[in-house]
């Protein structure tokens, strides 16, 4: 089993920067792929960005040039750096990790997930 505490969300005005991070704790942490998705108000969650151990990146296209996904193996976290924040990306952030070795973003690919942190960007 993996645990996954996603921190670091909060409210923040357009333009802005956020960093969320992820700590996994539970069975290895090195041979997981870590994501992001998030979930607006009455929309499916979505997926933003994903990274494999060895730094291999995917991301979401409207997050493409404006958010940053990366990892720390030594201490188990994965983080998601967000520049230029806009009011759509208002969500709750979900941490998510699979077994698998490939990056996907299908939200069936992941088999352990955090509770989510709370982003709101303001107009």
């Known amino acids: 089993q993996v645990q996954l505490v996603e921190s670091g969300g909060g409210l923040v005005q357009a333009g802005g920067s956020l960093r969320l991070s992820c700590a996994a704790s539970?069975?290895?942490?090195?041979?997981?792929?870590m994501g992001w998705f998030r979930q607006a108000p009455e929309k499916e969650r979505e997926f933003v960005a994903g990274?494999?151990?060895?730094?291999?990146?995917l991301y979401a296209d409207p997050v493409k040039g404006r958010f940053t996904i990366s990892r720390d193996n030594g201490k188990n976290t994965v983080y998601l750096q967000m520049n230029s924040l806009k009011t759509e990306d208002t969500a709750v952030y979900y941490c998510?990790?699979?077994?698998?070795?490939?990056?996907?973003?299908?939200?069936?690919?992941?088999?352990?997930w955090g509770q989510g942190t709370q982003v709101t960007v303001s107009s």
């Open positions: 990274i494999n151990w060895f730094g291999g990146t």
């Open positions: 539970g069975r290895t942490f090195s041979s997981n792929v």
């Open positions: 998510a990790a699979t077994r698998g070795t490939i990056v996907d973003g299908s939200r069936s690919a992941y088999d352990y």
